[in-house]
Nanobody, 123 residues
Framework: QVALVESGGGLVQSGDSLRLSCAASGLTFSRASMAWFRQAPGKEREYVAAISWSGGITSYALSVKGRFTISRDNAKNTLYLQMSSLNPEDTAVYLC????????????????WGQGTQVTVSS
């Protein structure tokens, strides 16, 4: 059974940094494309970043490009999201997702999802 467990969220102030982690089990992590999405209250799920199975291809939403970095450690079956220069608009539940195909920015193309970790940025 596939499990994706996010951690690292919390309450921070504007300008702070935070690193999220997503521990994966039950799938061949080293062959999975991974992504981060986020969902704020009353808003649709929003793409944040994605990474190929090897880590050689990364993609970012324009709203986070230059501030967030997605990475992975296949030896640890773990996905990361380093977030810097956080602002209140980044407040959301952050979810990691996995798929067996190539990198995608579309949530409907991801087969597996974690429960999410809350990130709250105060002004």
């Amino acid at each position: 059974q596939v499990a994706l467990v996010e951690s690292g969220g919390g309450l921070v102030q504007s300008g702070d940094s935070l690193r999220l982690s997503c521990a994966a089990s039950g799938l061949t992590f080293s062959r999975a494309s991974m992504a981060w999405f986020r969902q704020a209250p009353g808003k649709e799920r929003e793409y944040v970043a994605a990474i190929s199975w090897s880590g050689g291809i990364t993609s970012y939403a324009l709203s986070v490009k230059g501030r967030f970095t997605i990475s992975r450690d296949n030896a640890k079956n773990t996905l990361y999201l380093q977030m810097s220069s956080l602002n209140p608009e980044d407040t959301a539940v952050y979810l990691c997702a996995a798929r067996s195909g190539s990198v995608s920015i579309l949530s409907r193309e991801y087969n597996y999802w974690g429960q999410g970790t809350q990130v709250t940025v105060s002004s």
